[in-house]
């Protein structure tokens, strides 16, 4: 199997919100309609963190166990 380049990987996960009408309808471009959180960079990591551990409310989950330890 060969693997893309980064800046083609990339691209799968990306929005093109400068080439959309605005205001922008998030709830098309994800296909759900919830609270929008917008992280600008990643710093440190303290925000996703944070945010993942009080939104986990699963027993077991994988990112909760792994960041709570």
């Known amino acids: 199997m060969m693997s893309l380049q980064l800046s ?3 691209q799968k996960y990306t929005v093109p ?8 309808d998030w709830p098309q471009i994800f296909d759900r ?3 929008l959180v ?5 710093g ?4 996703l963190s ?3 551990l ?3 409310s699963a027993p077991g989950d994988p990112c909760a166990d ?3 330890a």
Do not use: R
């Open 8 to 10: 083609e990987e990339i």
């Open 17 to 24: 919100w400068l080439q959309l009408d605005w205001p922008i």
């Open 33 to 35: 309609t919830g609270d």
């Open 38 to 42: 917008l992280e600008i960079g990643f």
């Open 44 to 47: 440190n990591g303290h925000f």
């Open 50 to 52: 944070d945010m993942v």
């Open 54 to 56: 009080s939104e986990s």
């Open 66 to 68: 792994y960041l709570s």
